[in-house]
């Protein structure tokens, strides 16, 4: 089948007055053999045994994928949007980022803690070493805008992990609980209601003093951050209105992040369809990555994860 593809492939190439040393990418033959796994697997792995030994052997099943696997390659591999390069996957900085959240997985692998705290943490980790990795591998394709869409995302796991290491093992019980109630969105569920409004009665007396707009915002606000009132320290300091159930001045104020507030702003606004994007160069969101990355990596991950 790869001599085949690879014929078919020239073939094409020939229709448009091209070689292959003329293309601005060389496929590999690895490159090759992938595409004709996957398109195999995605024709086939609905079948039982026998009726895909069947199609294997139909001349017409080959001929098909053949014109399909070298038709992609050819409108995959070379028809990219060319876009602006400042490094690459196996450039030092990212690399060894990248080396350094394998080595992190990998020690994530052989903590042996029983505990629910130990095992929420430890999922919460793995999140954000692998939302790293997509980051890096975006980074080193020069996709630098869709990588701080992760960049949010890994500072708000961070702020989740931070605070939960520093508290009791049942506040981690109590975040873990709570992500049942986002099912609430998706209809109606009495069992699950009745629970989230017994969870609001804890803090009856709070809510009577609050008015219409604040009870609003507690209403919209508690599935999200209510787990954090199973904090001492943050339950008092909402009940004297110094911080909120929210992200800014409830999570990542008391995870002591707020420093990265400016930046977690800015973020937004190039995520969003501002023109925020025709301002900055590409090289001012490949360095706030890497700065944000090493931080991340280097500061708040690693002196959480060691704890564990």
Known sequence: MLPRVMEAYNSKLSQRNKSPDQMDSIVSINKFTEYIYYYHLFFTSHLDDDERARLQKSSDYQKELINKISASVICNEHGQMNVRSFTAAVSPEVLGYCILSNCLLEYLVIIDRPSIKADILRGLFQTAFITIKAMLNLIGASYNINAITLWRQLHEIECVIITLNHAESEVSEKYYNYQ????????????????????????????ETMNYKEKLDFERSFVNYGWLLAIKDFRDEWNHGKCRLDFRNGLQKFAQQSERFQAYREASKIIHPSAKILVLAQQDYYFFLIEQISKRLYITLRENLFTL
Not at 187 to 205: A, M
């Open 180 to 207: 049942e109630f986002y099912n609430l969105e998706y209809g109606d569920n009495s069992e699950l209601k009745e629970k989230l409004d017994k969870e609001k009665s804890l803090y009856k007396d709070k809510i």
